[in-house]
Each structure stands twice: as structure tokens, then as C-alpha cells.
T-cell receptor
């Protein structure tokens, strides 16, 4: 099992450029999410999805768009990159939505994004 | 200990010692807590979790303690090894409308000296 796969691992953008961070999971997880990680601030939730066709905002959604057309994929789009979006981005998924017995998130290896 | 704040706490221990990493949480409605380990350049890895109806849970070399009265969580690592050096995060899930959304602390840096 590959688990949660993120691409690319590194990316440098100029202010105003757009790009898509890719995330795919092969565990048939219903729930997928995107976090950003900044020094001294832990992980903050950007957007999440509870299933194909369903997305919602997290704590810091501004400047980011998501879509969930399939169970496996959950891309994160930056429409017009800004220096404040320089961060490390993690995609994460979890197994069950309705059961409370298993809530742990499985994380990808991250994408380090620099916006100049 | 770890909490919402400006500085990343650090803990330095000698190999073989026991380590205790602390975490204060603020939401009294949180009913699920989890610890992650993050090594440099990698994503967070699950260590252990605990529900609010428990006050202690043990894994392999790790124990999580939950004190709901003072809203405090701790991770104990027995016989700490150099490979345990990493950033450790606690996270909480308040359930209800925030079901499935984990809120993370800022992390604690653990350094294990051989």
C-alpha cells in the first residue's frame, strides 16, 4: 500500500502564479484533508472533504480551493500564490466517518512550497 | 509543555532515560486525543490515541495519560532511544460539528543524546 501520496515534494512559485498540489490515497478513505504547517504554529486545517463531491472549509481556507471528484484524489489549488502561502502542506486521510473507533489521520510526506 | 503559544518547547534527554512530553488543551468538549511523531522532512506519524472515557492507555514503550480535570495530556516514552528524536504533536477532536477535524498543538522538540 502506498498510503497517502503527495506531489510535488518541492515547489517554488512567483507571486501571482497558480498551481495544484496533488494528493491521492489508496486506502478507500472517506475523509481527506489539507493542512499547512508553519514554524511554531503546528498544523492548521485548510479544507477537508467527507466524501466525493463534498468539501468544506477549515481554519485557514482563504486563497485555496479544493474539489473531490473521486474517493482517491483531493487536489489543493492555489489560484494566485502569495508569499504568505509559503509553507509545508500535508494531505491526510482517515478511514471511517461515522464510527468513532478509528479517527487517526494518515499523513502524506508533504509538499514544501516557497512563494517569492 | 506544549500549548498554544509562541515558542516551541524542547526536551533533551539521555538515551535510556524516560521522556515525558506534556500538552495542555483548551476545549472541554474534546473527547478524543492523539499523539503524532514527526521526523525531519517527513509527515506526522501516529503514535497513540485515547478517548475521554479513559485516563491511561499504553502502547509499545509509550503511555498516554489524560487528566480531564485540568485539561492536560502527556506522552511518556520509556527507555528513550536516539531514533525517538523528533517533534511530537498532540491533537484533539471536539466531536459534534467538528467531527473528524483534529486541532493540533504547536509541537515539542525531543532530542535524545547517545
Amino acid at each position: 500500500n502506498a498510503g497517502v501520496t503527495q506531489t510535488p515534494k518541492f515547489q517554488v512559485l512567483k507571486t501571482g502564479q497558480s498551481m495544484t498540489l496533488q494528493c491521492a490515497q489508496d486506502m478507500n478513505h472517506e475523509y481527506m484533508s489539507w493542512y499547512r504547517q508553519d514554524p511554531g504554529m503546528g498544523l492548521r486545517l485548510i479544507h477537508y472533504s467527507v466524501g466525493a463531491g463534498i468539501t468544506d472549509q477549515g481554519e485557514v481556507p482563504n486563497g485555496y480551493n479544493v474539489s473531490r471528484s473521486t474517493t482517491e484524489d483531493f487536489p489543493l489549488r492555489l489560484l494566485s500564490a502569495a508569499p504568505s502561502q509559503t509553507s509545508v502542506y500535508f494531505c491526510a486521510s482517515r478511514q471511517t466517518l461515522t464510527g468513532r473507533s478509528n479517527e487517526k489521520l494518515f499523513f502524506g510526506s508533504g509538499t514544501q512550497l516557497s512563494v517569492l | 509543555g506544549e500549548s498554544v503559544g509562541l515558542h516551541l518547547p524542547t526536551l533533551s534527554v539521555q538515551e535510556g532515560d524516560n521522556s515525558i512530553i506534556n500538552c495542555a488543551y483548551s476545549n472541554s468538549a474534546s473527547d478524543y486525543f492523539i499523539w503524532y511523531k514527526q521526523e525531519s522532512g517527513k509527515g506526522p506519524q501516529f503514535i497513540i490515541d485515547i478517548r475521554s472515557n479513559m485516563d491511561k492507555r499504553q502502547g509499545q514503550r509509550v503511555t498516554v495519560l489524560l487528566n480531564k480535570t485540568v485539561k492536560h495530556l502527556s506522552l511518556q516514552i520509556a527507555a528513550t532511544q536516539p531514533g525517538d528524536s523528533a517533534v511530537y504533536f498532540c491533537a484533539e477532536n471536539a466531536g459534534g460539528t467538528s467531527y473528524g477535524k483534529l486541532t493540533f498543538g504547536q509541537g515539542t522538540i525531543l532530542t535524545v543524546h547517545p
